[in-house]
Structures are given as structure tokens and as C-alpha cells.
């Protein structure tokens, strides 16, 4: 019975929801086993506690200033021992003290922070290398950058404003409330707790409705950003078909729906700034008035007053501040819930438990009635079977869509397979590491694909412990060298994105140079001639076949002349062998593979002719 390949990675990641993002963040501030990172958290708490008892301190040495100034009560400044100048010079120390001990708890954290988002972000990284190719091709390159870029910015907000805003800003409000109770009366303390619960409350209610806009800008700015990196990789493409007002027109369709959703998200934090600032102002004149008339009626000094309005100041401050805060938190956990969610997606290829590394002998290849499809309804290879002796060369020929690239991708394990087996020297590809397998295996596709970077690390990609006289002995096999020395940078010439500084036949050979390199014991050549033209083809060729000396080889063949010296050619159709055999045999037989010679052949000769 055949089971699906069919997994989660077929649809698109879940997003986090709030509460499981916070758990995930937690014990990156908190790590077992790492105890610095404990003292950091812990002295940076301390100094945040320091900082906002002299904070709320500040405002009661301003009052004594001023009733120690106004004659009212002129012995207050005699708490302290300080006169009127000493309690203005108090007062400027404690407002510097909060500032300093507010630093320092920045300083001490930073390096938690920091910490944190690179450990997040190179986890990330490397999971979605871990995620299998069918994930890659649903998914969009351009987004996955942003989902980890804004993930990364989220949790470093996250880290500074929950832990150091939020904790503070409680304990500030219930500071004041205290000292208003007990300094003014309940009344007081009650106004302020009211107002506090009202702009909380309308905060907390504008700013979830807010979140829904921003994600739907999110969601524009991704598509946005995915059009324009899809446009500019296929730069050559768009030249060809002159399609540069098209793309332009493409993007502009993107941005203009940007546009509609970061309008109405300006509009909205429009409404929240004026409700925020009618109900903290509401709050304050009633305060301001209750003081005022009890400085009238002589139970209040004017410093009273003051200390009133300074602690209403002070507290304005940071729920201002709450607004942003909290918005920026919730759009935090929308990003890191999205980046955890791409974290939760499984591979779908994973490791046996204990699998031990491939260990290859000889280098035997054997595919055992192997079914495999991509999914449920179409089965792509239906049975197949066959065997790659030690050192031999097998070639896959038939029509597009008979299934002869997947058997490569299935040997270098991207996908599993339904049922039957595929073996190198007697051992199931699934019961092995995939690294051991992908170490023993070296791909020259249709199309090599090079980093932005130079060609001397693009060949020493290959291997990343090769000496340069090792990458220049792979290259002069691959036949690259002198062409190499030829350009004015030589191996440090930068061959632009995805190689597109070079000819098809340049980057073929800088392909081949690597695979060389990595020296592997198998070998798949994946129609990697097939896109050049008929003399670069040839002379590539050249490379290929003393690539395949001594090394088991699949070959992936569109021109059937370049395979004519296999060891054995398999002619694929519809997922099924059709006939099997060497060059010479099959050409006897008058079969399927005649006739695509002699088709092949015909158009050769035309093309020479023409």
C-alpha cells in the first residue's frame, strides 16, 4: 500500500499564535546551562527596579523645593538636610540617576538581546535549508526573506519594549496610585486608576483592530517585495519580451494596494493618538482641578499642587508611549509568530533515528521496483527497476515527463518514495544521513547556478577545506583554467547574480570544477549539456566523460549521441522502462529508441546543412 507524499509542507506555514510565540521567545532570556546570560537578566532588572524608584521619587524633592521656596512650609527642605538650593540640586541628581540607571540596564541586556536574535535567526536559517525541495517550489523566496527579516526585528523589539516597558510601566502606575492614596486622599488615586483603566482599555481595543491593517499592509509589502525580486532574477527575461513597463505596471498594482492599507493604517493611529490624548488630558485637568481648589481651601500647599502635576506628567509620558508600545508588540507577534510558524513547518525528509553514515565500497546503484509520485492522483514512476554497477555508466533517455529527472532527485534523496527501495552498495538511501549521502554524491544539473561572489569561490564551494592548488587543478580538468587566468581578475573576478556574468558553457565548466572537487564517488549528470549549443556541448563533453572515470554515473540525457558509450541506456516512458540496453543493441531492436536516434540524427544533419 502506497502512502502519500502529500505533507504540510505543502501549504503554506501556520503563523504562532501570541501566547505560544512568548513561550518560544522565554527561554532565550532565561537558557539552561548558561548562566551569564541569568546575571545579565537579573542586574539589568535590578538597575530597572533602581531607575523607577528614583523616578517616582524625583517629583516629591521637586514639592519640597517648592514649599521650602513659596515660605509655606519652610522647614521641609530639613527632611533631606538641604536647603532650597540643595533640594534643586537633588532634584537635578535624581533625574540623572534615572537616566543613568535606565542605561545601564540597557547595557547590561544588550548583549542578551543580541544574542538571542542571532540564535533565533541562524535556527531559522537553517531550518528552511532542512525543509524539503517541494516546500522550496511552493513557496516564494522574496517572502520567506521578509517573514525572517521582520521575525528578527520583532524579537528584538520584543526583548527591549515587553521586558523593559511594559514590567515598568505597571510598576510606575501602581507606585503613583499608592503615593496619590496616601499623600491626597482615595479620590485622587481613584481618578487616576480610572483614567488609566479607560485609556488602557481604548488602547488595547483600536490598537487590535489596528493589527488587522498592518497585517494586510504586511501582506501588500510582501507581494510587493516577491514581484519586484521575481522581476529583477529574471532580468534577461523581461529584455527579451520587452516587458519593462508591464513589470513596472506589475509592481505599481502591487504598491498602489500597499498604499489603499498604509493610508488607512495612518488614519487609524490618527483616531488612536487623539482618543489616547482626550482621556489622559481629561484625566489630568480634573486631577489638577481637585489639587488646585485644595490648595485654595489651604489643605494643600503649593507644592502639593506641583508634585501633583509632576507625577501626572510622568505617568502621561509612558502611557503615551504605551500606545506604540503595545501596537508594536502585537505587530511583533504577528511577524514572530510567522517566523515561528515557518520554524514549525516539518521536513519531510528527516534522518532515521541512529542512522548511520553511507559508507560506499564500490559504488553500486540499484533502484528496486520503486513507485514514487509528487502526488496522491499522478504516479510518476511506476516500478522501476535497475542497476548501476561499480564505475559504470548508466544513461535515462525518453520523452519530457517519463520521469528521468525524478529518479536523480530521488537517489539524492529530496523526496522519498512510496514503495520499494533504492540501495548504494546494499544499503536503503532512507536508513542513512543524509549528509553522508549527499557527501557521496556530486550533481551537475542543466543549469549551475553560482553564488554573486567570485569564481575561485564558487569552485571551492565544492570542497570548503581545498587549497587553491586544488581548485586550480579542478579547474584545469574542467578545462576552465585558462580562461580564467585570461580575465583581468582572474579567479577573483565576481561572476554577478546567479552567474550571469558568464556564458552557459562558462558556468558549466565552473559547475563541473566544483563537482570535481568534492571528488565524489557518484556522480548524476542532469542534462547538463542539454541548454548549450552543439560545440560547447562537445567540447564539454570532453570534461564530463573524464569527470565519470572511476565513479558510478547517471546520466540524464537529451542529445542521445552523447551517451551512445553508456554502459547501459534506459528508455523511460510514462514512468515505465521500455527497453533497456547498450547503444548498438537497442539501434538492433528497431524499437522506441531507434526511432528517437534516427529522428535526432535527422535534425542534426539539418542543422548542420542549414
Known amino acids: 500500500m502506497r502512502r502519500s507524499t502529500a505533507t504540510s509542507a505543502d501549504m503554506p506555514a501556520n503563523p504562532a499564535s501570541g501566547m505560544s510565540t512568548l513561550r518560544r521567545v522565554a527561554p532565550y532570556l532565561w537558557p539552561e546551562g548558561q548562566p551569564w546570560v541569568k546575571r545579565r537578566v537579573v ?46 540640586v537633588a532634584y537635578g541628581l535624581a533625574r540623572l540617576g534615572a537616566v543613568v540607571f535606565g542605561e545601564l540596564r540597557d547595557a547590561v541586556f544588550v548583549r542578551v538581546g543580541q544574542r538571542a536574535i542571532r540564535r533565533l535567526a541562524i535556527e531559522t536559517f ?37 521586558l523593559f516597558s511594559i514590567g515598568p510601566l505597571i510598576l510606575e502606575l501602581t507606585m503613583v496610585s499608592v503615593i496619590f492614596a496616601v499623600v491626597f486622599g482615595w479620590e485622587y488615586a481613584a481618578v487616576v486608576i480610572v483614567t ?30 516577491q514581484k519586484a525580486i521575481d522581476s529583477l532574477l529574471n532580468f534577461e527575461t523581461v529584455k527579451y519580451f520587452n516587458a519593462e513597463t508591464r513589470e513596472a505596471d506589475r509592481y505599481d498594482g502591487a504598491m498602489r494596494q500597499y498604499e489603499t492599507a498604509a493610508v488607512k493604517t495612518g488614519l487609524s493611529l490618527s483616531f488612536l493618538n487623539v482618543g489616547q490624548a482626550f482621556l489622559i488630558t481629561t484625566g489630568l485637568v480634573i486631577v489638577m482641578v481637585m489639587s488646585a481648589l485644595g490648595v485654595q481651601a489651604g489643605t494643600l500647599t503649593v507644592g502639593d ?27 511583533a507577534l504577528v511577524d514572530m509568530g510567522e517566523m515561528f510558524g515557518l520554524l514549525g513547518q516539518p521536513a519531510e525528509v528527516t534522518d532515521a533515528p541512529g ?24 504516479e510518476i514512476l511506476k516500478g522501476i527497476s535497475f542497476r548501476v554497477g561499480p564505475g559504470q555508466k548508466v544513461a535515462l533517455v525518453g520523452t519530457s515527463g517519463s520521469g528521468k529527472s525524478t529518479i536523480g532527485r530521488l537517489l539524492f534523496r529530496f523526496y522519498d518514495i512510496q514503495s520499494g527501495a533504492i540501495l548504494v552498495d546494499g544499503q536503503d538511501i532512507r536508513q542513512v544521513t543524509q549528509s553522508s549521502l549527499h557527501q557521496a554524491i556530486g550533481v551537475v544539473p542543466q543549469d549551475t547556478v553560482l553564488f554573486n561572489d567570485t569564481i575561485l569561490y564558487n569552485i571551492a564551494y565544492g ?16 578545462k576552465i583554467h585558462d580562461f580564467v587566468l585570461g580575465l583581468p581578475q582572474g579567479y577573483d573576478t565576481t561572476v554577478g547574480e546567479r552567474g550571469l556574468k558568464l556564458s552557459g558553457g562558462e558556468k558549466q565548466r565552473v559547475g563541473i570544477a566544483r563537482t570535481l572537487l568534492k571528488n565524489p564517488p557518484l556522480l548524476i549528470l542532469d542534462e547538463a549539456t542539454s541548454a548549450l549549443d552543439t560545440q560547447t556541448e562537445r567540447s564539454i563533453q570532453d570534461s564530463l566523460r573524464d569527470m565519470g572515470q572511476g565513479r558510478s554515473v547517471i546520466t540524464i540525457a537529451h542529445r542521445l549521441s552523447t551517451i551512445a558509450d553508456a554502459d547501459l541506456i534506459i528508455v523511460l516512458e510514462a514512468g515505465r522502462i521500455v527497453e533497456q540496453g547498450r547503444h548498438e543493441e537497442l539501434l538492433a531492436r528497431n524499437g522506441r529508441y531507434a526511432a528517437m536516434w534516427e529522428r535526432q540524427s535527422a535534425e542534426e544533419e539539418t542543422e548542420a546543412a542549414a
Not at 516629591?60 to 527632611?79: E, N, Q, R
Not at 525572517?148 to 526583548?159: A, M, Y
Open 196 to 225: 488609566i483603566t479607560l485609556y488602557v482599555t481604548f488602547t488595547f481595543k483600536v490598537t487590535e483592530w489596528r493589527v488587522k491593517l498592518r497585517r494586510e499592509m504586511n501582506d501588500q509589502d510582501t507581494d510587493a517585495n
Open 126 to 162: 537553517a531550518h528552511i535549508h532542512r525543509l524539503s525541495l517541494r516546500y522550496h517550489i511552493t513557496r516564494k523566496t522574496g517572502g520567506l526573506s521578509r517573514i525572517i527579516e521582520r521575525g528578527v526585528k520583532g524579537v528584538d523589539f520584543l526583548l527591549r519594549f515587553l
Open 305 to 331: 499642587f506641583v508634585m501633583v502635576n509632576a507625577y501626572m506628567i510622568q505617568i502621561t509620558m509612558p502611557l503615551n508611549f504605551l500606545g506604540t508600545v503595545y501596537r508594536e508588540i502585537r505587530q
Open 43 to 88: 542586574l539589568a532588572l535590578v538597575f530597572l527596579l533602581a531607575a523607577k524608584l528614583v523616578s517616582v521619587t524625583t517629583p516629591w524633592i521637586y514639592k519640597l523645593a517648592v514649599d521650602h521656596l513659596s515660605g509655606v512650609a519652610p522647614d521641609t527642605g530639613m527632611i533631606l538636610g538641604l536647603g532650597a538650593a540643595g533640594l534643586v
Open 355 to 378: 542512522a548511520p553514515d553511507l559508507r560506499v565500497t564500490g559504488g553500486e546503484i540499484v533502484f528496486d521496483n520503486v513507485h514514487f509520485s509528487y502526488e496522491p492522483e499522478r
Open 463 to 478: 570542497r570548503a577545506d581545498a587549497t587553491r592548488a586544488e581548485i586550480e587543478t579542478a579547474a584545469k580538468a574542467a
